[in-house]
């Protein structure tokens, strides 16, 4: 029903319209090529469909300003670090207090043991550690998960992200003989070959879980709940229990990274739905956008920790870094947990999910669209397929990044900022009825213009 010239049309007309609109983040665009590489700090800044990516001036809540001048109802939420809100007034006061007391000393503080305690009280996992990034804490979880076990192997699913760790860095790929795992060609000077040591299969396949499992050489299984990187695939109905009962009878440790599903429900999915694992992985979030992260487990992987770090030599362990566990970092997460995310706070973003989700689906009956939507908890996005997707490859086949692509810059010249990655939409505590409406409505007109067009 939506044609390539329809978005070709759509796309060229916004384009024109996002730089007459913005001619001030287009002028410091120009301005920053000079000295940073490809024109940003940092290159996922390039992820979004815009001629250039839009210059933030102020956030607060769920409101991004721009410095044209522009207030956008922000659903992107910086891609999940801010999905309770910008700068919400708990955090800020808190961070300008610990900014004047001292930022990184490398030395523990009272309010770090108060936030061990409320960090096993929200999660159910009694052990914890904070490392700068999620990306850190799974490379740490891997290694302690290698080193307890005496398996060389880890298990991930086809279509993961997990941060930028080497080790998840496998796909599988068709090819004539089938589907076979391939080091992700994209990766840039890689030297080492994963093959041997990163075993990948597709989510919600329990035959090929059982199959590898079985075979005792997997020191762990990575995985988020549901995954979200590839879009969202939900986990098959009594798959994470079967994923549960395999690595307990084989001796395999269950990591579950809730870094995009803490949106689930209060403590994350696992918390919210079951089943537990035996180590979880938290980062963007839990520090309300300050650079932080933490992984939890339970006292027996501790126990093993302790046996390992007992008959090893003395030296550096391959984990952390210097500014893991910063004051700054502890006290961030200290009020986000205490007088931020809470269960009012999921309410709220639950219940506006639910009005959000039943709107897309409105819009996509009215119009007949071979669409879909999905949500995790607070996490929404609408999948321009008909059926949901049950695994990565699934998933990838569906995306239709020029169509998605016209469709966010549509809803950014109208004040509706998306996720640049296959259109997530986030609900925070901040987010207003008002907020998900308009969405809603610029939506449905986008929509119109595509199927007229």
Not at 67 to 84: E, K
């Given at each position: 029903?939506?044609?390539?010239?329809?978005?070709?049309?759509?796309?060229?007309?916004?384009?024109?319209?996002?730089?007459?609109?913005?001619?001030?983040?287009?002028?410091?665009?120009?301005?920053?090529?000079?000295n940073?590489?490809?024109?940003v700090?940092?290159?996922?800044m390039?992820?979004?469909?815009?001629?250039?990516?839009?210059?933030?001036?102020?956030?607060?809540?769920?409101?991004?300003?721009?410095?044209?001048?522009?207030?956008?109802?922000?659903?992107?939420?910086?891609?999940?670090?801010?999905?309770?809100?910008?700068?919400?007034?708990p955090?800020?006061?808190?961070?300008?207090?610990?900014?004047?007391?001292?930022?990184?000393?490398?030395?523990?503080?009272?309010?770090?043991?108060?936030?061990?305690?409320?960090?096993?009280?929200?999660?159910?996992?009694?052990?914890?550690?904070?490392?700068?990034?999620?990306?850190?804490?799974?490379?740490?979880?891997?290694?302690?998960?290698?080193?307890?076990t005496?398996?060389?192997?880890?298990?991930?699913?086809?279509?993961?992200?997990?941060?930028?760790?080497?080790?998840?860095?496998?796909?599988?790929?068709a090819?004539?003989?089938?589907?076979?795992?391939?080091?992700?060609?994209?990766?840039?000077?890689?030297?080492?070959?994963?093959?041997?040591?990163?075993?990948?299969?597709?989510?919600?396949?329990?035959?090929?879980?059982?199959?590898?499992?079985?075979?005792?050489?997997?020191?762990?299984?990575?995985?988020?709940?549901?995954?979200?990187?590839?879009?969202?695939?939900?986990?098959?109905?009594?798959?994470?229990?079967?994923?549960?009962?395999?690595?307990?009878?084989t001796?395999?440790?269950?990591?579950?990274?809730?870094?995009?599903?803490?949106?689930?429900?209060?403590?994350?999915?696992?918390?919210?739905?079951?089943?537990?694992?035996?180590?979880?992985?938290?980062?963007?979030?839990?520090?309300?956008?300050?650079?932080?992260a933490?992984?939890?487990?339970?006292?027996?992987?501790a126990?093993?920790?302790?046996k390992?770090?007992?008959r090893?030599?003395?030296?550096?362990?391959?984990?952390?870094?210097?500014l893991?566990?910063?004051?700054?970092?502890?006290?961030?997460?200290?009020?986000?947990?205490?007088?931020?995310?809470?269960?009012?706070?999921?309410?709220?973003?639950?219940?506006?999910a639910?009005?959000?989700?039943?709107?897309?689906?409105?819009?996509?009956?009215?119009?007949?669209?071979?669409?879909?939507?999905?949500?995790?908890?607070?996490?929404?996005?609408?999948?321009?397929?008909?059926?949901?997707?049950?695994?990565?490859?699934?998933?990838?086949?569906?995306?239709?990044?020029?169509?998605?692509?016209a469709?966010?810059?549509?809803?950014?010249?109208r004040?509706?900022?998306?996720?640049?990655?296959?259109?997530?939409?986030?609900?925070?505590?901040?987010?207003?009825?008002?907020?998900?409406?308009?969405?809603?409505?610029?939506?449905?007109?986008?929509?119109?213009?595509?199927?007229?067009?």
């Amino acid at each position: 029903m939506i044609s390539e010239a329809a978005i070709d049309r759509i796309a060229e007309r916004e384009a024109a319209t996002f730089r007459a609109a913005n001619p001030k983040s287009l002028e410091l665009a120009q301005r920053a090529s000079a000295n940073w590489f490809q024109g940003v700090p940092f290159h996922w800044m390039l992820d979004w469909p815009s001629p250039a990516p839009l210059v933030a001036a102020t956030a607060q809540g769920a409101t991004l300003t721009t410095v044209d001048g522009h207030s956008l109802d922000d659903f992107c939420l910086g891609d999940t670090a801010s999905m309770f809100g910008h700068s919400p007034a708990p955090l800020a006061d808190a961070l300008a207090k610990q900014a004047g007391e001292g930022l990184s000393y490398m030395l523990p503080t009272e309010k770090g043991v108060e936030l061990g305690t409320m960090l096993a009280a929200m999660f159910g996992l009694p052990r914890w550690q904070v490392t700068t990034t999620a990306s850190e804490a799974n490379r740490a979880v891997i290694r302690w998960c290698r080193g307890i076990t005496g398996r060389r192997k880890i298990l991930i699913f086809n279509g993961c992200y997990h941060g930028a760790v080497d080790d998840v860095f496998v796909d599988l790929k068709a090819d004539a003989s089938g589907r076979e795992p391939r080091v992700r060609a994209s990766l840039i000077g890689q030297v080492q070959d994963l093959l041997p040591t990163t075993t990948v299969i597709e989510f919600n396949d329990v035959t090929a879980l059982e199959r590898e499992l079985k075979r005792g050489d997997i020191a762990c299984v990575l995985a988020e709940p549901v995954m979200t990187n590839v879009g969202m695939v939900r986990d098959a109905p009594g798959y994470l229990e079967a994923l549960r009962r395999l690595c307990s009878e084989t001796g395999t440790i269950l990591v579950f990274d809730e870094t995009h599903t803490i949106s689930s429900g209060y403590g994350g999915h696992s918390t919210t739905f079951g089943p537990r694992p035996d180590m979880m992985v938290i980062g963007k979030s839990i520090g309300g956008g300050v650079p932080t992260a933490v992984y939890g487990f339970t006292d027996d992987i501790a126990e093993r920790m302790v046996k390992l770090n007992a008959r090893r030599p003395s030296g550096h362990s391959g984990i952390g870094t210097t500014l893991s566990a910063n004051a700054l970092a502890i006290a961030a997460m200290h009020v986000m947990l205490g007088k931020v995310i809470t269960h009012d706070a999921y309410r709220h973003m639950l219940v506006l999910a639910n009005r959000l989700v039943k709107g897309i689906e409105a819009v996509i009956a009215a119009h007949k669209l071979a669409w879909h939507v999905t949500n995790v908890g607070a996490r929404v996005e609408f999948v321009c397929a008909e059926m949901p997707a049950t695994n990565g490859s699934e998933a990838r086949a569906a995306m239709q990044p020029r169509l998605e692509a016209a469709i966010h810059l549509y809803l950014a010249n109208r004040g509706i900022l998306l996720a640049p990655f296959h259109n997530m939409m986030l609900l925070s505590p901040a987010t207003q009825e008002g907020q998900v409406d308009r969405l809603l409505a610029e939506l449905g007109n986008a929509v119109v213009e595509l199927t007229d067009g």
